[in-house]
Nanobody, 122 residues
């Protein structure tokens, strides 16, 4: 069974940057499209960004387009999310998971990691 561990969150001022990392263990994720999601208190989990198995295709939620960049390193079994120009509305717990493809947010792995908290102050 795959274990997903997210890291890199923290407290940052509006306009700042953070880089999140998702490390997979237990199985290789190199054959899967991978995605980042986020969940704010009292809200549903929402899609943020996805990357194809080889990194050649990416897709972003409109709310983060132009500010966030998703990437992956299949040799390290990791997926990163570079977040620039952060806004208070980006405050959430961020999670990663495998998805069916970059064009769908259909999650493949039944288990989620603990997530990493991102807090953006105004």
């Amino acid at each position: 069974q795959v274990q997903l561990v997210e890291s890199g969150g923290g407290l940052v001022q509006a306009g700042g940057s953070l880089r999140l990392s998702c490390a997979a263990s237990g199985r290789t994720v190199s054959g899967y499209a991978m995605a980042w999601f986020r969940q704010a208190p009292g809200k549903e989990r929402e899609f943020v960004a996805a990357v194809s198995w080889n990194g050649g295709t990416t897709r972003y939620a409109d709310s983060v387009k132009g500010r966030f960049t998703i990437s992956r390193d299949n040799a390290k079994n990791t997926v990163d999310l570079q977040m620039n120009s952060l806004k208070p509305e980006d405050t959430s717990v961020y999670y990663c998971n495998a998805v069916q493809s970059t064009s769908t947010a259909m999650v493949l792995f039944g288990s989620w990691g603990q997530g990493t908290q991102v807090t953006v102050s105004s």
